[in-house]
């Protein structure tokens, strides 16, 4: 892979450049499998489709596209490393010539890590630690006492004997039906039916332990996004637009699963709530551009120490990882989850300072 770096504005660059149509070729083999693993054809097994029949099937173009794809994916990090650029984020790629036995040109826009000053992390770190060590962790019995009797209420019986004299019992009346069902006692053999307790005493002790748990753990949640707040407040520099895009892009995304996840179609949404995915996106440009914030300072912190991650412990995650997400690709899964690894490092740093 040959190409030429152009600097752009607020930390980003272009590569133009092409494959050669030896290199190119060489991955028409891969393209053909990968296609013809994921297609249904009669008479024919996936991953053992001959190629003439695929490309009648699919085209001439899917395959020069796959091609493409797949040469980039490969090629493209041997040749960031290879010119020392400190790329980062996902690239926006555009293809600018493809045809068989042709070299692949292209041009990729990305961004590489903005110049960052000294974050001061260690001074701020420690203020906002400061400030938040002045709240009691102490766990009240007020608090234990709501916690039981949230448990209570869910665990509350509904009595079958009250129902609807007609048919149609509306949602309504089962949440009052549920209003009104008597809580259980609060005696051991009710917090026994629950879980591993003994006692009253005991499940007591275990939800005043465990209200103590979740209270250090929301302060150390509100210290970490304290910190990056008073860090990027104080720090100086460039955010690449090509990063705020696709982070804007993956947050939508996120939208769309959630909405499915309720079984609702992301334009049915759209029109309940009389908006257009552009009025989505808009909305979603400034909590993306915190994310891109908060990512560039953590991995600021972690140039600055030197925070690094053995490539065997990532390795290992990924594996994990990819046991409960089959399909889904090696790269950005070690992209992930080196990030993750990273950035818990920089933030364990952080509650160091205290």
């Not at 665990?155 to 949440?175: G, L, M, Q, Y």
Request: proline share 3%.
């Amino acid at each position: 892979m040959q190409g030429t770096i152009k600097k752009l504005e607020n930390s980003e660059i272009e590569i133009t450049g092409e494959i050669t149509a030896e290199k190119f070729a060489s991955y028409r083999q891969k393209a053909v499998k990968t296609l013809s693993e994921n297609i249904n054809l009669d008479g024919f097994r996936k991953g053992h489709i001959p190629e003439d029949v695929l490309i009648k099937e699919v085209g001439e173009m899917t395959i020069l596209e796959e091609m493409a794809e797949s040469a980039l994916k490969d090629l493209y990090p041997k040749f960031i490393i290879e010119n020392k650029v400190e790329a980062i984020g996902r690239p926006e790629i555009s293809i600018t010539k493809i045809a068989k036995d042709n070299p692949l040109e292209f041009k990729i826009t990305t961004a590489v890590m903005p110049i960052i000053s000294e974050t001061d992390h260690k001074n701020i770190s420690k203020a906002v630690w400061a400030e938040l060590s002045k709240e009691s962790m102490d766990v009240s019995d007020k608090e234990v006492e709501d916690v039981i009797m949230e448990i209570r209420k869910a665990r509350a019986k509904k009595p079958d004997e009250h129902k609807c004299e007609d048919e149609k019992c509306t949602e309504n009346h089962a949440d009052k039906k549920k209003e009104d069902a008597p809580l259980p006692e609060l005696n051991d053999e009710f917090v026994k039916s629950i879980g591993n307790f003994t006692n009253v005493e005991d499940f007591k002790e275990k939800i005043k332990k465990n209200v103590g748990i979740e209270k250090e753990s929301s302060r150390k949640e509100k210290a970490r996004g304290m910190i990056l707040d008073k860090i990027i407040e104080k720090t100086k520099f460039n955010i690449p637009e090509v990063l705020i895009k696709g982070e804007t892009n993956q947050i939508i995304h996120e939208l769309r699963g959630k909405i499915e996840q309720i079984g609702l179609d992301f334009d049915e949404y759209l029109k309940q709530t009389k908006k257009t995915e552009e009025d989505i996106r808009k909305e979603a440009k400034e909590p993306a551009e915190k994310r891109v914030k908060y990512k560039l300072i953590l991995k600021a912190i972690a140039k600055e120490e030197n925070i690094q991650v053995p490539q065997e412990e990532v390795m290992k995650e990924v594996e994990n990882l990819l046991k409960y997400y089959e399909g889904a690709d090696m790269d950005s899964a070690k992209m992930y989850v080196e990030d993750t690894m990273i950035n818990e490092k920089v933030f364990e740093l952080l509650e160091n300072n205290k």
